[in-house]
């Protein structure tokens, strides 16, 4: 159920390989968090789990990712419909600014088809109030998405992602952009939202990934050093590389 | 704006109940301690020793619980005090509960002894000082009572007065080799209690920190200090 499985993935962009044969497993109602430098292939990683990585052109991707036990990469795999099941939210909040905020959230439905007023009304609100901005801008749903501050675009953003009702989520560095205040919001919500998806988050903010995480990833040019409990990697790490890193010795 | 942290801040108050669960276990393993051995119970000196087993785990696991806090929650300000002043606290429970411990065992190694009842009035008066002590240190805890904290160094004196006096009372022994052999005993026992009274003037002086943000020994022994009156 909704478990995310990456098998000996590998990834190119044009000729330069960015992952080297990383594999992992995202857990549900869990939260992974994948860290490493810059430039070590975190979001290529999350991208290549909904197909994302490939929309560059001259990208490419060997290896296996398993999500319900099927491979997102088998010939008869439809990226639309992987994408509509594995949400994604990006770093810099990208609401459509001059949409109203209500449109903004129903965006992604909308797409999707035909759907009746009361019906998106109704996903809408459900939507909003799972990205914890729902008794923020109920009485201002008109307004355009682009009047909302950055943390709670951000927000709008999550809600636009969860209002197609998918089963994975993946964040790249959501909270980078913002304040401390709405940092710590995002970082609540997001352990909130565990309990009913399966949780993907990529942050540089090694303290963002001890405070939300269940396990933690940590990669170093383009491949895996250490999956593990996130309590384990930040209390008694195995590998010397990790140990330095979340220690702040590199990096 | 709303809480941010909440998680967070649910497993800092789950520890504070946590630690003064442990508080009140400690508290009544050194009451049935004393009693154990006023009464010569050897069944409750073994119910005492058995018991430290749940101090100990609960000792282990807030331990853990708070080094994983400090691993992945970047505490800072009042919750950096108040996980650090646990840390110190939680060993002081821990270390009460193991005197217990002591206090029990050696009632159990001296069954055949003959005993004086003017001693063993000794113990328990120091035990009905030692057990408020804790208490009123985990009620300054569980209220953040700074005056409750200030109570304590008083409240040890007549601890470190019965503790004094008990060699003079053991020393009168000395024409019984049977008798002394029983009191030396009872000086290790009121050495332990003296000590329990010494961890709850130290869990006062981190409930102190806690309160302040500045750290200071109550009582020192090799630079006395003078304390504020209560209420100050």
Known sequence: ?251 | MGETRRRFHDELDALVGEILAMGELAERSIGRAVEALVTNDAAEDEAVIQGDDEIDSQYVSIEQRILALLALQTPVASDLRLITSMLHVNLHLERIGDMAVNIAKTSRSIKDLPSSGIILAHIQEMSDVVRPMIRTAMEAFAKRDLNLCLRLPEMDDPVDRLNIGMYQEVAALAGDPAKLDWGLRMILIARQLERVGDHAVDIGEQIGFLLTGEFREFTDASHPVNLPPHGA
């Not at chain 1, 195995?238 to 010795?249: A, L, P, Q």
């Open chain 1, 1 to 251: 159920m909704r478990r995310v499985e990456v098998s000996g993935l590998s990834a190119w962009f044009g000729p330069k390989q960015v992952l080297r044969d990383v594999s992992m497993v995202a857990e549900p109602r869990a939260v992974t968090a994948i860290i490493g430098p810059s430039g070590c292939g975190k979001s290529t990683l999350i991208r290549c789990i909904n197909r994302m990585h490939e929309e560059v052109r001259g990208a490419r991707v060997q290896g296996k990712v398993l999500f319900d036990g099927r491979d997102v990469y088998a010939p008869d795999a439809d990226p639309v419909e992987i994408r509509r099941r594995i949400g994604m939210v990006f770093q810099r909040a990208n609401p459509f600014p001059t949409m109203s905020i209500f449109d903004n959230a129903v965006a992604g439905l909308r797409l999707a088809g035909r759907m009746p007023r009361d019906e998106l009304h109704e996903q809408a609100e459900r939507a909003l109030r799972a990205a914890g901005l729902w008794d923020e801008v109920k009485d201002r749903l008109g307004e355009p998405g682009g009047k909302l501050s950055g943390g709670q675009q951000q927000r709008l953003c999550i809600a636009r992602a969860l209002a197609v009702e998918p089963e994975v989520l993946l964040l790249d560095e959501p909270a980078s952009a913002l304040d401390p205040a709405s940092t710590l919001r995002i970082e609540e919500l997001v352990q909130e939202l565990k309990e009913q998806y399966t949780v993907v988050i990529v942050t540089h903010n090694m303290q963002q990934a001890a405070r939300v995480s269940d396990w933690t990833l940590f990669m170093l040019y383009g491949e895996v050093v250490e999956f593990a409990p996130t309590q384990k990697v930040f209390t008694r790490p195995d590998d010397r590389r990790t140990e330095d890193y979340v220690t702040g010795r590199f990096g």
